[in-house]
């Protein structure tokens, strides 16, 4: 594994560049929402826990993907802490959601599952790091790597934990959006010096060898259909 080097955050004026579009990998937004996140085993559970209050299900249903750190997340802004709790069966996090790259479509209905696969990372910070000094690399150091070396991915955003109810001590989960599994699969990076480039990077912030294997999972929004106005407004920060 390559040691763990903190890299120096861009200045004020590059992240300013990169959120106003003028960067080198184009518009990196930076806008953030807390929610309440709940991840389990129990796809069925999840899904009526998210139609529930009004959340976000995330779920990988693929038979020939054994010992996976979980199989659905539930994402939601909600008071009703409870009913999420109850498809927590694996952990649940208070998370940063940090839209890096908004998706271009969205659903045609409130519960169509969103077209395309997302590739879910869940994180854990690298020994030599704390949390803060990995997720504010990640934040400002990989994102725009991301962008620049990920040209199918649709849309991109960040979990970052904030604080733990209970579960694996995880640092966040990354979401990867493509419009088909074989962008995801074939064209995930932008060629072999891509590849090596995020591999890299990833190896600086995060501990590869105890970071749980990804998910390859589906979207369903529920917001609407729980009488929610099924968008969230973001704010610029």
């Not at 997340?73 to 909600?78: E, G, K, M």
């Not at 991915?153 to 599994?181: E, K, N």
């Not at 060898?209 to 407004?233: F, M, Q, W």
């Amino acid at each position: 594994m390559v040691g763990a080097q903190w890299t120096r955050p861009p200045s004020a004026k590059s992240r300013s560049a990169y959120r106003s579009g003028s960067g080198p990998c184009g518009t990196l937004l930076n806008v953030h929402r807390i929610e309440l996140l709940a991840v389990g085993h129990d796809i069925q559970r999840a899904r009526s826990v998210a139609e529930t209050v009004g959340g976000v299900l995330l779920c990988d249903e693929r038979d020939d993907a054994p010992n996976l750190p979980f199989r659905a997340l539930v994402s939601a802004i909600t008071e009703d802490l409870e009913t999420l709790l109850t498809a927590a069966g694996v952990g649940a996090y208070v998370v940063c959601r940090r839209v890096i790259k908004p998706p271009v479509h969205e659903p045609a209905s409130s519960v169509e599952p969103r077209a395309g696969e997302i590739a879910l990372y869940p994180l854990v910070h690298h020994p030599d790091l704390t949390h803060r000094q990995a997720d504010i690399h990640w934040r400002d150091v990989h994102a725009p790597l991301a962008l620049e070396h990920h040209p199918a991915m649709t849309h991109y955003a960040q979990l970052s934990v904030v604080h733990r109810i209970h579960g694996p001590a995880w640092d966040g989960f990354a979401l990867c959006g493509f419009d088909t599994l074989e962008d995801l699969r074939e064209r995930f990076f932008s060629g072999p010096e891509g590849r090596v480039a995020i591999r890299q990077d990833i190896a600086t912030f995060a501990d590869t060898e105890r970071s749980p294997r990804r998910l390859i999972a589906t979207e369903t929004s529920y917001a609407a259909a729980n009488g929610e106005s099924g968008r969230v407004e973001l704010f610029d920060v």
